[in-house]
């Protein structure tokens, strides 16, 4: 799927599903256009359903708002899930969210999240958004990244490689390194319910302002890395 352009959302794929399974596999998702909405390469509204990308590239999607690469939201009455397998989700580009914005529960697993970026969105005349969550946004729900790598991603804001809010967040056996943050949290900036990190690498992460690696406004619990 690419060389796609949407003046809405979904440049590349949109779905609106229920309770139902979507899955992407073996599949290249590319240099789509999300002009004035977000998900550039694939936005899917599920409620109650399964989205599973796997053996699967989403590369140089762009979109206005959220979900460079990946846009998905589930309803809290209804909850969905989001698997990302053996993927590669990279060089896209968003207001928020530039690689992933994910609303509900998502795994991210053996997979890659590599250079995308969080370049912020027009906002009312007193506030200019500057981008958060350059590699993968997480809202609610519980977020959990193993045997992945997230590195070399950048956010205006908060977050350059993950930015979490309301999410249980674990991460295990996995590298997050070389992000990059105008304000918090460089690699990782929480404001999880819980944050979990074991066995895991974080280096060579900045921020312009705190943590460099990792900021965490939550209970923080580092085993092994």
Known sequence: VRD???NSSGGGIQIS???SQVTIVDSVVENNRSLFGSGGGVFVSQSGGLL???SSTIANNKAQFFG???WVSNSRRRPGEINIVDSEISGNQAGDGGGIFASGDITIDG?????NSAVGSPGSSSHVRKGTGGGVFALG???IISESTVS???AGDHGGGIYAH???TTIIDSTISNNSAGDDGGGIRTLSDTTTISSSTISGNSANDKGGGLSSDRPTMIDGS
């Open 4 to 6: 796609n352009i949407s």
């Open 17 to 19: 599903d229920l309770g």
């Open 52 to 54: 599973t990308i796997r």
């Open 68 to 70: 460079g690469g990946v």
């Open 111 to 115: 997979s890659t999240i590599v250079n």
């Open 141 to 143: 729900g519980e977020a």
């Open 152 to 154: 070399e991603n950048s």
């Open 166 to 168: 309301g999410v249980a």
